[in-house]
């Protein structure tokens, strides 16, 4: 997804260097790093509706992540040399799965639902990521804890008012429960991540799953007929520039520095922009693309970053936040 929220006991990143002790002093370049992610994910939303706007949903998320993940191979191999993609079969096969579920039941599912649901309602809709990993660790036989469950309580609470016919305005329940099914697909892709074998470097499973998730928006593109009658002619100059933006900004810079903090931040930090990204993307939706902020989804998105906020402030045993390519 273009940046979900999501619950940082999921581990959905392999093993990173443990981060600094939460008591020591936070440098201006972390808050420099943890700037890009707050408001460059936060943006991915309201840049897919701007994408959306005159590209197919599935064919422009498939160019997506497969330029993003064959430019961080680039990257990786320049930099690492090219021993650093090497990977097993299972890791293989492990990180194609997860790409499927996160790229393609994620990320995809929220492109095609923003074809009709507002950026801003989309984020806030996702963000209750972190109740639905909750309850997939409860399910195999985990205890994250009463505050875990009160968040997950408050986040469904949100995700009711949110989702209630007619409450959020003039918006297709169909696009809403598109976005829910998304939420729920990523939540199962975050939770898988942690207990299949991955990669060693987070970097290389990364391309790998923008990859092989893209390459699954491209073909269910191509199956949906989302290729006849294309004209690229017709792409508007803001969707192009909305696409470069998403591949180089969204994918590869926000991630970078996500991945950096993770192993140079305090976790309890690096994971508040589970509840900062909602919010910056309600904000520039409404102030780019005029979209109404209507009393019911103010009320349910702060219900739901509410809850999110009582997940991660409950959750600090280490671990590392699901990523988010």
């Known amino acids: 997804m273009t940046s979900p929220a999501v619950d940082p006991a999921a581990a959905g990143t392999p093993a990173l260097p443990p981060p600094p002790p939460a008591g020591r002093r936070i440098s201006g370049a972390v808050w420099a790093a943890l700037a890009i992610v707050y408001v460059v994910w936060g943006s991915t939303y309201l840049g897919i509706r701007v994408v959306v706007e005159t590209m197919p949903p599935f064919l422009s998320a498939g160019a997506r992540f497969v330029v993003a993940g064959v430019l961080l191979a680039a990257l990786l191999a320049w930099r690492h040399g090219i021993a650093v993609l090497k990977v ?71 995700l009711a008012i949110l989702t209630l016919p007619g409450l959020s305005g003039d918006v297709r329940i ?73 591949v180089l900004f969204g994918s590869l810079l926000a991630f970078t520095a996500y991945a950096w903090l993770l192993h140079t931040a305090p976790l309890s930090l690096v994971a508040t922009y589970a509840y900062v990204n909602p919010v910056v993307a309600v904000a520039l939706g409404a102030l780019v693309l005029g979209e109404a902020v209507t009393w019911p989804i103010a009320l349910g998105g702060a219900i739901v970053v509410a809850g999110v906020c009582l997940i991660v402030s409950t959750e600090r045993r280490p671990g590392s936040p699901a990523r988010r390519p």
């Open 88 to 158: 097993t079969r299972a890791q293989l096969a492990s990180t194609a799965v997860v790409g499927l579920l996160l790229i393609l039941g994620g990320n995809g599912l929220v492109v095609l639902a923003e074809t009709s649901v507002p950026s801003g309602l989309a984020a806030l809709l996702i963000a209750v990521v972190p109740a639905w990993v909750v309850v997939l660790r409860t399910a195999a036989g985990e205890r994250p804890g009463p505050g875990a469950y009160a968040g997950v309580l408050l986040g469904l609470a949100g």
């Open 174 to 246: 169909a696009g809403v429960l598109t976005v829910i099914v998304a939420t729920v697909m990523w939540s199962v892709g975050s939770f898988s991540s942690s207990r299949l074998p991955m990669p060693k470097n987070p970097f290389t499973t990364s391309a790998y799953e923008m990859v092989v998730g893209g390459l699954g928006c491209l073909a269910l593109g191509l199956v949906r007929g989302e290729h006849r009658g294309l004209d690229a002619t017709a792409f508007s100059a803001r969707s192009w520039t909305a696409l470069a933006y998403l």
